[in-house]
């Protein structure tokens, strides 16, 4: 399985990105899927994730209401739509899989598979 995360850049505080993650190898409906972030000299945190089907989601508390994750299936991509970016979103951004279909994981151990990362940065 491999995850490849797209959709990071430069952008003003107050805007917005859409980052993707395309999963090959196998459908990204066998997965439980989400994202976390690192910046520089933090630990990797979560930000949101979202079940197998797409019905259940969860965020991290600094990032709700301002992003939105989301899933297609059948474009085997998951996505995380960020609105009024702030500063503090500025990070590397990692998209993941969790085979364990439930609970959906909060923290970077429960997944088992990761992109490369895509870089965010919020200019203030």
């Known amino acids: 399985v491999q995850l490849q995360a797209s959709g990071g850049g430069l952008v003003q505080a107050g805007g917005s990105l859409r980052l993707s993650c395309v999963v090959s190898?196998?459908?990204?409906?066998?997965?439980?899927m989400g994202w976390f972030r690192q910046a520089p000299g933090n630990e990797r945190e979560f930000v949101a994730t979202?079940?197998?089907?797409?019905?259940?989601?969860y965020y991290a508390d600094v990032v709700k209401g301002r992003f939105t994750i989301s899933r297609d299936n059948v474009k085997n991509t998951v996505y995380l739509q960020m609105n009024s970016l702030k500063s503090e979103d500025t990070a590397v951004y990692y998209c993941?899989?969790?085979?364990?279909?439930?609970?959906?994981?909060?923290?970077?151990?429960?997944?088992?598979?990761w992109g490369q990362g895509t870089q965010v940065t919020v200019s203030s």
């Open positions: 993941a899989a969790q085979i364990r279909p439930a609970p959906l994981g909060l923290t970077p151990r429960e997944y088992d598979y």
């Open positions: 190898g196998r459908t990204s409906s066998s997965y439980v």
């Open positions: 979202i079940s197998r089907g797409g019905r259940n989601t």
